[in-house]
Nanobody, 114 residues
Framework: VQLQASGGGLVQAGGSLRLSCSASGIFFNIHTLNWYRQAPGMQRELVAVITSGHVTNYADSVKGRFTISRDNPRRTVYLQMNSLKPEDTAVYYC?????????WGQGTLVTVSS
């Protein structure tokens, strides 16, 4: 299983970014996909979830600002991040659990300047 995240960068507060995570080695359509983030000195936290049925859930801190979506033919999950805040600065990781094993992408850094 391989997860490849991209799309991070430096953005001013109030700006937007879209993260992408492409997956291989799994039956993409059947899996719940997750985005996590880890800020410096902090624990990794769950940001957004999308199920195989496209049901979504979000951390309270990003509700109304972030949108998770998936494109099954492209085997890609996205995280659209709007109205970014400095506290959104973190390394963002995509994640999938397959047969009880958790797989992580390599992470993509998002830096939001004030």
């Amino acid at each position: 299983v391989q997860l490849q995240a991209s799309g991070g960068g430096l953005v001013q507060a109030g700006g937007s970014l879209r993260l992408s995570c492409s997956a291989s080695g799994i039956f993409f359509n059947i899996h719940t996909l997750n985005w996590y983030r880890q800020a410096p000195g902090m624990q990794r936290e769950l940001v957004a979830v999308i199920t195989s049925g496209h049901v979504t859930n979000y951390a309270d801190s990003v509700k109304g600002r972030f949108t998770i979506s998936r494109d099954n033919p492209r085997r890609t999950v996205y995280l659209q991040m709007n109205s970014l805040k400095p506290e959104d600065t973190a390394v963002y990781y995509c994640n999938v659990i397959r047969q009880g094993v958790t797989y992580w992408g390599q992470g993509t850094l998002v830096t939001v300047s004030s």
